[in-house]
């Protein structure tokens, strides 16, 4: 009935509903994921971070409640832990069962590595270019614009945000493993093999920079 109710535009409604039904089932995971949503949709994006935290406790692998998370705190300028937190989904969740909301998007293009992002201007690129241009000296938040150039097949662009990202912090791992990743793709593997070695020495044993590195 909560979904009925926020599909219908009835946010106060749904967040009531799931309020009684946490206080029927305080281990109701799903409820505490949908709750999240409620509030990252209303803005507020701490008491969506708590509740996806919540859900997660209860259940690691709601896989949605951790790319909304993502979205959160994307929203909060966190730009580290949003680039975490996308890396970390699975991207063997089949595309079918994600929302196709904004935030929830994001988090499957930059999981999956999907081409088609869309056109600039679409809801996605208007957060990651508002969070950019609020903080350009944030080398989280130009490594992660890159790594999502990288999915959108836009290479110079990626270069150029990773290059930045890598002058701000020096030994930022994932700006290492995305330009490493980024090499690979076009075709140069010397350089490529020289970032990810650099980001395996600073994050040993990095599932997604051993993955990249096995396949130049």
Known sequence: RSEVRRRTGKAAAALKDLDEALKINPTYHL?????????????CYK???????RA?????????ARAWRAGAYWKMGNCSQAAIEFD?????????????????DAARRASHGIVNWGA????????VEEVVSGQPLNAWAHAFRGRCFI?????????T????????????????????????????????LADLQRALKLEPGHPLAKKFKAEI
């Open 88 to 104: 970390a989904i699975d991207p063997r969740e089949p595309q079918s069962t994600w929302n196709r909301g904004a935030i929830a």
């Open 31 to 43: 409820a505490y994921t949908w709750r999240g949503r409620l509030h990252l949709n209303r803005k």
């Open 47 to 53: 008491a969506a971070v708590s509740d996806f935290n």
């Open 56 to 64: 997660l406790k209860l259940n690691p692998n709601q896989l949605r």
């Open 151 to 159: 999915g959108a097949g836009k290479w110079a662009q990626a270069a």
């Open 120 to 127: 600039e201007g679409d809801p996605f690129w208007l957060d």
């Open 161 to 192: 945000d990773l290059d930045r990202a890598l002058q701000l912090d020096p030994d930022l791992a994932y700006a290492y493993r995305w330009r490493g990743e980024l090499f690979r793709r076009m075709g140069q593997p010397h350089k490529a």
